[in-house]
Protein backbone atom coordinates (compact mmCIF):
# COMPACT_ATOMS: atom_id res chain seq x y z
CA UNK A 1 0.00 0.00 0.00
CA UNK A 2 1.36 3.49 -1.21
CA UNK A 3 1.54 6.55 1.67
CA UNK A 4 2.14 9.73 0.56
CA UNK A 5 2.45 12.03 3.90
CA UNK A 6 3.36 15.46 3.86
CA UNK A 7 4.82 17.56 6.74
CA UNK A 8 6.09 21.07 7.30
CA UNK A 9 3.30 23.40 6.86
CA UNK A 10 2.35 26.03 8.98
CA UNK A 11 2.43 29.66 9.54
CA UNK A 12 4.58 32.15 8.33
CA UNK A 13 4.67 36.02 7.63
CA UNK A 14 5.23 37.26 4.13
CA UNK A 15 8.12 37.48 2.59
CA UNK A 16 9.24 33.88 4.67
CA UNK A 17 10.33 30.73 3.86
CA UNK A 18 8.62 27.45 4.42
CA UNK A 19 9.96 23.41 3.01
CA UNK A 20 7.39 21.13 2.88
CA UNK A 21 8.09 17.38 2.84
CA UNK A 22 6.57 14.51 1.31
CA UNK A 23 7.55 11.10 2.17
CA UNK A 24 6.58 7.98 0.25
CA UNK A 25 6.30 5.13 1.79
CA UNK A 26 4.96 1.37 -0.30
CA UNK A 27 5.73 0.06 -3.61
CA UNK A 28 4.18 2.13 -6.34
CA UNK A 29 3.58 1.16 -9.90
CA UNK A 30 3.97 3.88 -12.21
CA UNK A 31 4.94 6.44 -10.14
CA UNK A 32 7.69 8.18 -11.99
CA UNK A 33 7.00 11.50 -11.00
CA UNK A 34 5.70 13.85 -8.20
CA UNK A 35 3.89 17.14 -7.97
CA UNK A 36 2.80 19.11 -5.49
CA UNK A 37 -1.01 21.12 -5.89
CA UNK A 38 -2.27 23.30 -3.18
CA UNK A 39 -6.11 24.49 -3.15
CA UNK A 40 -6.19 27.93 -1.63
CA UNK A 41 -9.89 28.77 0.91
CA UNK A 42 -12.71 28.21 -1.19
CA UNK A 43 -10.92 27.98 -4.34
CA UNK A 44 -10.15 24.60 -6.55
CA UNK A 45 -7.17 22.35 -6.52
CA UNK A 46 -4.46 24.28 -8.55
CA UNK A 47 -1.03 22.73 -9.64
CA UNK A 48 2.43 24.17 -8.14
CA UNK A 49 5.41 22.19 -9.20
CA UNK A 50 6.49 19.11 -10.72
CA UNK A 51 9.49 16.38 -11.02
CA UNK A 52 10.76 13.71 -12.45
CA UNK A 53 11.82 11.01 -9.96
CA UNK A 54 14.85 9.89 -12.17
CA UNK A 55 14.60 12.67 -15.30
CA UNK A 56 15.33 15.72 -13.47
CA UNK A 57 12.19 17.15 -15.25
CA UNK A 58 10.59 19.83 -12.91
CA UNK A 59 7.84 22.06 -13.92
CA UNK A 60 6.05 25.18 -11.76
CA UNK A 61 2.83 27.55 -12.26
CA UNK A 62 3.75 30.74 -13.28
CA UNK A 63 2.53 31.92 -9.92
CA UNK A 64 5.55 30.17 -8.24
CA UNK A 65 8.31 30.34 -10.77
CA UNK A 66 11.44 31.71 -9.06
CA UNK A 67 9.87 31.79 -5.95
CA UNK A 68 9.52 27.47 -5.22
CA UNK A 69 11.63 24.80 -5.37
CA UNK A 70 10.78 21.19 -6.42
CA UNK A 71 13.26 18.48 -5.32
CA UNK A 72 13.21 14.78 -4.62
CA UNK A 73 15.89 12.66 -2.60
CA UNK A 74 15.72 9.35 -3.86
CA UNK A 75 17.29 7.33 -1.34
CA UNK A 76 15.12 8.66 1.18
CA UNK A 77 11.76 8.14 -1.06
CA UNK A 78 11.05 12.03 -0.02
CA UNK A 79 9.95 15.47 -2.12
CA UNK A 80 10.52 18.74 -0.86
CA UNK A 81 8.94 21.71 -2.04
CA UNK A 82 11.29 24.64 -0.64
CA UNK A 83 8.81 28.00 -0.82
CA UNK A 84 11.11 31.43 -0.77
CA UNK A 85 9.52 35.06 -0.33
CA UNK A 86 5.87 33.46 0.98
CA UNK A 87 2.67 36.41 -0.38
CA UNK A 88 -0.49 36.12 1.41
CA UNK A 89 -1.86 34.41 -1.85
CA UNK A 90 0.00 31.07 -1.23
CA UNK A 91 -2.03 30.20 1.42
CA UNK A 92 -3.72 27.01 0.53
CA UNK A 93 -3.37 23.77 2.08
CA UNK A 94 -1.14 21.62 -0.21
CA UNK A 95 -0.75 18.11 -1.48
CA UNK A 96 1.96 15.88 -2.63
CA UNK A 97 0.92 13.21 -5.47
CA UNK A 98 2.70 10.38 -7.44
CA UNK A 99 1.82 9.77 -10.97
CA UNK A 100 3.20 8.25 -14.27
CA UNK A 101 4.57 11.44 -15.95
CA UNK A 102 5.55 14.74 -15.43
CA UNK A 103 2.37 16.60 -15.50
CA UNK A 104 0.34 19.84 -14.63
CA UNK A 105 -3.42 17.81 -14.41
CA UNK A 106 -4.30 16.93 -11.39
CA UNK A 107 -6.08 13.60 -12.79
CA UNK A 108 -2.58 12.04 -14.15
CA UNK A 109 -1.88 11.49 -10.36
CA UNK A 110 -2.95 8.51 -8.81
CA UNK A 111 -1.65 8.44 -5.04
CA UNK A 112 -2.22 12.21 -2.66
CA UNK A 113 -1.21 12.90 0.41
CA UNK A 114 -3.50 14.33 3.02
CA UNK A 115 -2.51 17.68 2.59
CA UNK A 116 -0.73 20.41 4.38
CA UNK A 117 -1.97 23.90 5.68
CA UNK A 118 0.21 26.59 4.98
CA UNK A 119 -1.13 30.14 5.91
CA UNK A 120 1.35 33.54 4.95
CA UNK A 121 0.33 36.53 7.32
CA UNK A 122 0.18 39.73 5.72
Known amino acids: QVQLVESGGGLVQAGGSLRLSCAVS????????MGWFRQPPGKEREFVAT????????NYADSVKGRFTISRDNAKNTVYLHMDSLKPEDTAVYYC???????????????WGQGTQVTVSS
Open 51 to 58: AGWSSGIT
Open 26 to 33: GRALNMYA
Open 97 to 111: AGGPSVAKDATTYKY
